[in-house]
């Protein structure tokens, strides 16, 4: 079964600093990676994805995040936070190797960046 | 719009009463997913269409809740007899997601927000 776990349920950040939002997965083989971002009374939005290939993905927004397979993580990342990424942030997974086509998500990290 | 589109978006129903949640997802896409999203939480899978195929349905939660996507475009997802606990966030998405191109993202419509009084 797949699985994904973030770690942190709030994140507090300061305008202009580096931004980290936790993920780690679990899936039988090699998985598909996906980070959504909510704001509210709004729908998901995709940011980037992870698929195969470069570790380091590069998303909307400045966005990125890096595939760490020993490590099972998948963790989201921006140099500079600015007070408009305050949203609410999902890691998903899926396991093609599994037949599934469904997205695991994540309960959410909720980001604050404070100005 | 170019979006998935999700009707109505904020359903007040009482318990006991029948609902129909419409999505209208993005034209050409295939696939077809609804997510039930309790408050605080993420997304959880109901159920997956492929055209007008109800491929995977293991994420519904009772014999309630019934999809159907006749024509593998428009999709409806009812729930009979509603009771409290179906109170949540509903998503459609859709995606070019096919057995040959699982890599792909999904896309989200902003939901229909249910209440069960």
């Keep these: ?115 | 719009g170019a979006g998935v589109s999700q009707s109505p978006r904020y359903k007040v129903a009482k318990r006991g009463q029948d609902v129909a949640l419409r999505c209208d997802p993005i034209s050409g896409h295939v696939s077809l997913f609804w997510y039930q999203q309790a408050l605080g939480q993420g997304p959880e899978f109901l159920t997956y269409f492929q055209n007008e195929a109800q491929l995977d349905k293991s994420g519904l939660p009772s014999d309630r809740f019934f999809a159907e996507r006749p024509e593998g475009s428009v999709s409806t997802l009812k729930i009979q007899r509603t009771q409290q606990e179906d109170s949540a966030v509903y998503l459609c998405a859709s995606s070019l997601v096919t057995a040959s191109s699982m890599n792909t993202e999904a896309f989200f419509g902003q939901g229909t927000r249910l209440t069960v009084v």
Aim: with cysteine; hydrophobic share 35%; net charge positive.
């Design chain 1, 1 to 115: 079964a797949q699985s994904v776990a973030q770690p942190e349920d709030q994140v507090n950040v300061a305008e202009g600093n580096p931004l980290t939002v936790k993920c780690t997965y679990s899936v039988s083989g090699n998985p598909y990676l996906f980070w959504y971002v909510q704001y509210p009374n709004r729908g998901l939005q995709f940011l980037l994805k992870y698929i195969t290939g470069d570790n380091l993905v590069k998303g909307s927004y400045g966005f990125e995040a890096e595939f760490n397979k020993s490590q099972t993580s998948f963790h989201l990342k921006k140099p500079s936070a600015l007070v408009s990424d305050s949203a609410l942030y999902f890691c998903a997974v899926r396991d093609p190797g599994a037949g599934s086509y469904q997205l695991t998500f994540g309960k959410g990290t909720k980001l604050s960046v404070i100005p």
